[in-house]
């Protein structure tokens, strides 16, 4: 390549001039132009987890039922009766911001396919979405296209999208966030990993042609935004959900045909990722000829096949006496399937085209991108107690519950179809969705949570209590927690304060990881999530899995009766800070810096858990809700609004920091009136503070509160819906 070239070239495909000499001093030689290509791809962060990789492996993530901790497609976890559960949440914020309903819709493609690659068949999709303030002009733009894009791809493809996140604030208005998570199941000795076998074994190209969309996706996704972000659309793939449903179906049938040893789903950087790291794995070399290839346009070039990321595409180690076999079986589903190489001995990866070696270079050369500690540094808050202005319980409660951040979500969820399967068996809008296994009564329960104030105010504590929160989604329905997998989004990673932020997000990971025993068994770090040197706040995304013996005992917040007595477990000390309630007063964006987050006591959650679990197998309880943003009142009012049932106050206090502070480890349960006894005896064993807050009563549409003040339910199920019309 000459000269005059190279540093347009280099920029372009986001190498830096130092990364540029680098691979010159590796190979003793000037790289070619595809030699590039390979670099920028497996060097950039999105690929080599250059920024992360230090702290991430100080991680937990082993226990006697995990199969398959982080390093492969996705983490896999033994949930019993020989069952195996699959599951990974991705980032996809780049493209969407980009072109928000392709952008969406190949962030489910794309984690689905890591599932059924591993031999699972998936089961539940889940998102969690952050957007821009809904007073910003590109909102309502975005907020469609990515929530479409979403529904689209997973009613498409016949899988029910289950549970999610959704949230408005103006730190993301130049950079929304879109997280995908699936979950997937297979039995234990039917799991398939990203494997090469031994040298002879054929490398198969599986789906659809490659096409030039998405070439330098994962170099863009490496990178911050600027004002000439929209010209990246062409580097943001297009799905085809249909595609995505024959590869599934063909690969889950070739597996039955013993003939696969190992497969790679091309995501970020295409068949350049899934080549590299298919063969690297097994400490073995590739050789491919890309004019086998399947292509939609024939004059690409080696460099755009090789960075190519065109969806529903898989590669494939298949045994050479079973090439047969896998073909007719990719026919008969309407697929491409193309033999383009093998595995070989030298521990190289050789690319020819039309002919010609575009490519040598020793694997470990591009699996070896240089491994950064960065330096950073750690903001604290300076705490200021605050003084709230005086209004009516009633007033406050219509003010969070106008808040777009803790609104009903039907607009988003009605566009998915969460009971396709007829597996799922809990409604949408609950503390955990529920998806059978078929196997007797067992089922898996799974959830997602991120508080994004709590994290800005402090990284740790605020990711502490994320896990925490999951643990308590999981526990409410009578999961028995097992495992979680996180999609760690944040800024720029060159700042000293944003690597902070992500170190202390990390430590409090491993400590609250370790307390509530939930190995992170996969994950995800999206870093450069700024625009224009604004970074959004950090938002670990916590994606949690837990199993359920029985589902036929499971609760959920609305699964009470009339007459019912409504009691309050945990004890509540009233912290207001970085809550709900204070927003209603403050701008947050203006008192963050003086906030903190409540702090979660882990053992107490641990003690907790064990009898809230104890009393859901009994039967004891007849509904349990987690009480987390807006506190015990709102948390109240929201199981009143899903079974559109009022409650008849008694002994509740009118202190404020007692109704709306978010302080954790606190479930609110439903009780029998026979089972009260009981129930507190157990409690009271426990050394478990309670207190009974009411009766559920169908003659109450009317909430009266203790200072006076009163709401009609059906008002209140209005003003959760007043966002809509914004979007």
């Known amino acids: 390549m000459k000269n005059k070239y190279i540093i347009n070239y280099i920029k372009q495909i986001g190498l830096s001039k130092e990364d540029y000499q680098e691979c010159k001093s590796l190979l003793r030689r000037d790289p070619l132009k595809t030699e590039l290509a390979l670099f920028s791809a497996m060097w950039s962060e999105h690929c080599s987890y250059k920024s992360s990789k230090y702290w991430l492996k100080k991680l937990p993530h082993q226990a006697n039922y995990v199969i398959q901790g982080p390093g492969e497609n996705a983490g896999v976890i033994d949930i019993g009766s020989n069952n195996a559960i699959v599951f990974k949440i991705e980032s996809h914020n780049h493209p969407s911001f980009i072109e928000p309903y392709q952008g969406a819709a190949t962030g489910v493609g794309g984690i689905m396919r890591d599932i059924f690659t591993m031999g699972a068949r998936p089961i539940a999709n889940l998102n969690c979405l952050r957007f821009g303030s809904l007073e910003n002009k590109k909102t309502k733009y975005l907020f469609n296209g990515v929530v479409s894009g979403v529904g689209d791809y997973g009613n ?375 625009t224009n040197n604004r970074s959004i706040p950090p938002t670990p995304q916590i994606g949690a899995v837990g199993v359920i013996n029985d589902y036929r005992k499971t609760k959920s917040l609305s699964s009470f009766y009339n007459n019912d007595f409504l009691y309050i477990i945990g004890e509540t000390k009233g912290h207001l800070s970085s809550s709900a309630y204070e927003r209603c007063f403050f701008d947050f964006s203006k008192t963050k810096s003086t906030s903190m987050p409540p702090v979660t006591d882990l053992d107490l959650e641990v003690k907790m858990s064990k009898v809230i679990l104890y009393l859901i197998k009994k039967s004891l309880i007849t509904a349990c809700h987690d009480v987390s943003d807006g506190g015990i009142l709102i948390s109240v009012l929201e199981m009143c609004l899903a079974k559109k049932i009022g409650l008849n106050f008694s002994n509740l206090s009118s202190n404020h920091k007692y109704l709306f502070g978010e302080d954790q480890s606190r479930y609110l349960v439903a009780i029998n009136k026979s089972k009260i006894k009981e129930v507190c005896k157990i409690l009271n064993k426990n050394d478990i503070k309670h207190k009974k807050l009411g009766i559920f009563s169908n003659k109450h549409p009317i909430l009266l509160f203790p200072d006076k003040s009163s709401i009609k339910l059906n008002d209140l199920s209005f003003s959760r819906k007043i966002w809509e019309k914004k979007v």
């Open 156 to 530: 498409c493809t016949g899988i029910p999208t289950v549970a999610g996140e959704c949230s408005f604030d103006s730190r993301y208005n130049e950079n929304i966030l879109v997280n995908a998570m699936t979950v997937g199941i297979t039995k234990k000795n039917k799991i398939f990993y990203a494997k090469a076998g031994k040298p002879g074994n054929k490398v198969v190209y599986v789906g659809s042609k490659t096409g030039r969309d998405g070439i330098h996706g994962a170099s863009m996704s490496s990178e911050a935004f600027s004002e000439k972000s929209e010209s990246l659309k062409p580097t943001v793939q297009v799905g085809d959900p249909f595609s995505e449903k024959l590869l599934m179906e063909a690969c889950l049938e070739l597996m039955n045909y013993n003939s696969i040893i190992g497969l790679q789903d091309m995501g970020a950087a295409g068949l350049t990722s899934s080549a590299v790291e298919i063969a690297a794995a097994s400490k073995l070399g590739i050789k491919l000829n890309l004019d086998r290839v399947p292509l939609r346009d024939g004059k690409m070039s080696a460099d755009e096949i090789m960075l190519s990321e065109s969806q529903e595409r898989m590669l494939m180690i298949i045994k050479p006496e079973k090439l047969n076999i896998a073909k007719k079986i990719f026919e008969k589903w309407g697929l491409s399937f193309s033999s383009i190489g093998e595995i070989t001995n030298n521990p190289n990866i050789k690319i020819s085209f039309k002919k010609k070696v575009v490519a040598d270079i020793p694997l470990e050369f591009l699996t070896s991108a240089k491994t950064y500690r960065r330096p950073f540094i750690i903001n604290r808050n300076i705490y200021t107690n605050k003084a709230y202005p005086k209004k009516t319980i009633a007033d406050i409660v219509k003010k969070i519950f106008n808040d777009s951040n803790l609104s009903y979500r039907e607009l988003i969820w009605e566009q998915y179809d969460h009971m396709i399967t007829r597996d799922v068996i809990s409604k949408m809008g609950g503390n955990a969705s529920i998806i059978k296994t078929n196997d007797k009564y067992q089922a898996i329960a799974t959830t997602t949570d991120c508080n994004i104030f709590y994290c800005d105010t402090d990284p740790y504590l605020g990711v502490i209590q994320a896990i925490s929160e999951s643990f308590r989604n999981l526990v409410s329905v009578g999961a028995r927690p097992l495992a979680i997998t996180n999609c760690l989004n944040f800024g720029n990673p060159e700042k000293k304060e944003i690597m902070g932020q992500f170190v202390q997000t990390i430590k409090g990971m491993k400590i609250a990881s370790k307390k509530l025993s939930l190995p992170i068994v996969s994950g995800n770090v999206s870093f450069y999530n700024e």
